[in-house]
Structures are given as structure tokens and as C-alpha cells.
């Protein structure tokens, strides 16, 4: 097995989720990434744990989203109600045979399932929050995500270790060093109440007096560099153009503007794929609403790559999600939705914290 793959299992497991002997892991991800599920497995049980696999089959999420009543599409296991409330930790592994499967299927489908699964992401989000499971999301490199990136294989698997820093030497030291630098703006941040961003078809303000800024260095998602919080939920105002394509539930939309009045998407336009993103704004009664406002500080992430996990943590970007706040940064937006989206700050992009400009051209100034 590439060493890589062992080196990045031991830190999702020691540094990520800090496994303990006894809890109950479950770990999650599609045939395609079976080296680094059995890895994450075989590491669980060195470590004494209780690990199981839930295996996702993508022709099978096809099949219901065609075929499937609106009933079928409504019903939510009791398997995976028991799990969202007795596992302790959690390991997400992406990595697919195929990025684009769910294309041809009608949006508004897809809304139906997503809006279901709302009380389980919101149990999922508190848990998460109050420390009772611990979690962390990662990439398997596949031959899918690598033509996505527009990549070879063997280059992608290089970027994909390269970004997380397991391809070489003390992955942990470096992601310590990150939350350290992070930990710095975090306490300036925290101390500020009106953001207002601008770039390039961006007029965006918003304020976060009250609200917690989360320090991103690994433990959740990995490979990880950004720094977020919840906005007051009906503050945010102005318009905002997403410099890269919005990519979610194997859809990809383009030019992406979003317009905000008191909070709220007031009016959305789109180059491609418009209808699928009004569905998914339309999905319930906060899915029109800010949860996340967030800078990328991953300067080792260069390129985008049509893939959230690397594409959000951009050095010199920063990004919002619509729909769900993420409680542990006190957002009070209930949504089945969290959608981020990404805008690119490095060509005259600025940031001003109550009237000052705290970060410029894709770097910070404090």
C-alpha cells in the first residue's frame, strides 16, 4: 500500500478525531475508495476501537431518485437514525468512479431527499457542536476526481497528499503550526461585529458582532486552511459573484450571482444549471439564508479543482455557504441546504472589519 495512504489514515484517526479505545466509528465512503477505508479500518482496530463500514453504491441513489416515490424519497432508515445518534466518531471518505451520475435527474427530486435528511444533518451539527461525535471528511484520490481537476491520476494523488501534507515528514506538526497562525486572526476577528467584502461583482456586507470564529487546521475536514463563522442571520445585504463554478449533489452551476435584502436571496442568476440552483434555494425556509461566511488559508491549494474540500480552502479566496449554520459558531439557520460557494479575492479583492481593511489582494493585513 502507497505509504501515503497509511500516513494519512494514522492522522485522520491520532490528530483529526483522536479516536479512543472503545468508541464506535463508522467509516463511510464509495467502493472506489476501498485502500483508504480498509486502512482506516485496520487503524481503528489497532487503536482498539469499534469500526464498521457503510459502503454507498451511487447507482443505487440513481435508481431512487428515478424510480422511487415521493414517499420512498421522504423515508429516512431507522439504521441511520440509530447511527446519527450512537456512533462517536465518524470518517467520511469522497472519492467516486463517476462525478457527474446524478445530472440528468430532476432537481427538484433531489430537493425532495435533501429536505428529508433535515432533522439528521441538524442532529449531526449539534452533536458535532457539543463534542459528542467527533468527525472529519477526506479525499481518495480516483481516476473520476482527477479528470474533474482536469489532472492525471498520478498528478492529482500527488496535489490531493501534497495539500494535506502527508506526503512527506509531520503532517501534525504543520497542521498544529496552521491552528497557531489561525488562533492569532481568530482573536482579532472575534472581536468584530460589520464585514463588508468586495471583489469583482461583489458588494457584500453583513455583521458578525457576538458570533465565533472556528479555527479550521485539520480536525474536520482534512486536508483543512480556513478560518469561518455564522453571520447575523438577517444582516447580510448587497450581491455577491462567485468566481468559480458551484459544485453540489453532482451538479455543477456556472456564474453563479446572488443578490441579498435583510439576510435573504432575493434574486439568484446563473450561466448554467439556473434551475437547479433555484431548487435548491427553494428547498425550505432558510435555504435562502447565510450559514457560513469564510476565508480560505491554504496557499499550498493553487488550482481549482470542481471539489469543495480543496476548492473552499483556497489561499486567497473566501466563501459562503447557503442554508445550515454550523452551531459551534453560534449561527441560528436551520436549513437542509449548506451549499458553499467561492470567490476569489487575489486580483483586488479587500475585506474591511468595521471600516478597516483587514485583508487584501487574497492576504491578510493584521
Known amino acids: 500500500m502507497d505509504e501515503r495512504i497509511q500516513r494519512l489514515a494514522r492522522t485522520l484517526l491520532h490528530y483529526s478525531i483522536k479516536l479512543k479505545k472503545g468508541q464506535l466509528i463508522q467509516i463511510q465512503g464509495e467502493p472506489s475508495a476501498l485502500p483508504l477505508i480498509k486502512a482506516v479500518f485496520e487503524e481503528a482496530v489497532k487503536i482498539g476501537a469499534h469500526p464498521y463500514t457503510k459502503m454507498k453504491i451511487p447507482d443505487t441513489d440513481e435508481i431512487l431518485l428515478r424510480q422511487g416515490s415521493d414517499a420512498q ?21 469522497w472519492g467516486t468512479e463517476n462525478t457527474k451520475y446524478l445530472s440528468g435527474v430532476n432537481p427538484k427530486r433531489q430537493a425532495l431527499q435533501r429536505k428529508s435528511m433535515g432533522p439528521i444533518i441538524k442532529k449531526m451539527f449539534k452533536r ?10 477526506t479525499q481518495f484520490p480516483t481516476l473520476a476526481d482527477a479528470q474533474e481537476a482536469e489532472m492525471s491520476l498520478s498528478e492529482y494523488e500527488d496535489f490531493v497528499y501534497r495539500a494535506g501534507h502527508v506526503d512527506k515528514g509531520d503532517p501534525v506538526k504543520h497542521w498544529k503550526k496552521v491552528a497557531k497562525e489561525q488562533a492569532r486572526l481568530i482573536r482579532i476577528l472575534n472581536r468584530i ?13 453583513m455583521r458578525v458582532k457576538g458570533r465565533k470564529w472556528v479555527n479550521c487546521a485539520g480536525t474536520e475536514n482534512f486536508p483543512d486552511g480556513e478560518i469561518f463563522t ?6 447580510v445585504q448587497g450581491h455577491i459573484h462567485f468566481s468559480f463554478p458551484a459544485c453540489y449533489m453532482g451538479r455543477e452551476v456556472e456564474d453563479v450571482r446572488l443578490e441579498f435584502k435583510n439576510g435573504k436571496v432575493v434574486k439568484q442568476k446563473a450561466g448554467k444549471n439556473e434551475a437547479f440552483l433555484k431548487a435548491m434555494l427553494d428547498l425550505d425556509k432558510g435555504s435562502r439564508f447565510v450559514g457560513e461566511i469564510a476565508v480560505g488559508t491554504n496557499y499550498d491549494i ?4 470542481r471539489n469543495i474540500l480543496f476548492d473552499e480552502k483556497i489561499g ?12 459551534e459558531a453560534g449561527g441560528k439557520n436551520i436549513s437542509a441546504l449548506h451549499w458553499d460557494m467561492i470567490c476569489d ?15 487584501r489582494n487574497g492576504k491578510f493585513t493584521i
Open 345 to 359: 479575492l487575489k486580483k483586488g479583492g479587500e475585506i474591511k472589519a468595521d471600516g478597516k481593511v483587514i485583508y
Open 230 to 235: 455564522s453571520p447575523l442571520e438577517s444582516t
Open 193 to 205: 461585529d460589520r464585514l463588508h467584502i468586495q471583489a469583482a461583482g461583489t458588494d457584500l456586507k
Open 73 to 93: 424519497l421522504k423515508y429516512i432508515s431507522p439504521l441511520i437514525r440509530t447511527a446519527s445518534n450512537k456512533m462517536d466518531a465518524l470518517v467520511a471518505i
Open 128 to 137: 458535532i457542536a457539543d463534542k459528542s461525535l467527533s468527525w472529519v471528511g
Open 316 to 327: 486567497g479566496t473566501c466563501h459562503m455557504a447557503v442554508g445550515a449554520s454550523i452551531p
Open 302 to 305: 493553487k488550482r481549482f479543482t
